[in-house]
Every structure is written in structure tokens, then in C-alpha cells.
């Protein structure tokens, strides 16, 4: 049902990214208006797929149904954080930072 260009956009997109982004940026696919299941041309395997092929994360949100638009925004925020961080996770994160600052090694100490 889907033409053979349909991720055409997204591998330019992903091609510019490569060429003139920091190395380290953090990139989600997201497929947008979920709630329009009648309308959909690119079935959600086939996206995730898609997007595992290229290296990046995938999530389906629909402003309408309140769904998964905030927790697009934590999967990206939290991955920014972990590899600004350099940890396994946020809160081990959250825990280097305020031993650091505990022991008068931060910026403010």
C-alpha cells in the first residue's frame, strides 16, 4: 500500500543530521496523529523497523488522545541527559552530580 519512497524524507533528514549535527545528538522518529488509524499508509512494524535499521528511537503520539506526546519528550530528554551524563541512567546521574557538589568539587563549591 505504501509507495517505496515513504521514509525518502526521513533518510534526507537523517543524511543532513549525519553531515552538519554534533556527533552525539539524540534522534526519535516519531509517527504523529496515531488516533488516525484510518488513515494510516505506514504500518507501526514497519516504522520500528525502519528506525532500528538507522540507529534511532521510535514512538507513536497523538495530540488528540493526550497520548505518548509527553513521553516522547522523556525518551529524548532522558537520553540527552545520559549521554551529556556519561551514566547508565538519569539517577546515577542525579547521584555523581550531588557527590560532586558534596564535596565542594562542583562549580558552585
Known sequence: NKPPDT????KSWLKQLEEYAVSNIVIMLVGNKRDLQ???S??????QAYSERAGISF????A???TNVNEAFRQVLT???HRAAGSSSPM????KAQKVSSSGHGANG
Open 79 to 81: 537520553e540527552i541527559y
Open 38 to 40: 484510518h488513515l494510516r
Open 59 to 62: 514512538i507513536e503520539t497523538s
Open 7 to 10: 521514509f525518502q524524507n526521513v
Open 42 to 47: 505506514i504500518p507501526t512494524a514497519d516504522a
Open 92 to 95: 546515577e546521574a542525579v547521584d
Open 64 to 66: 488528540l488522545e493526550h
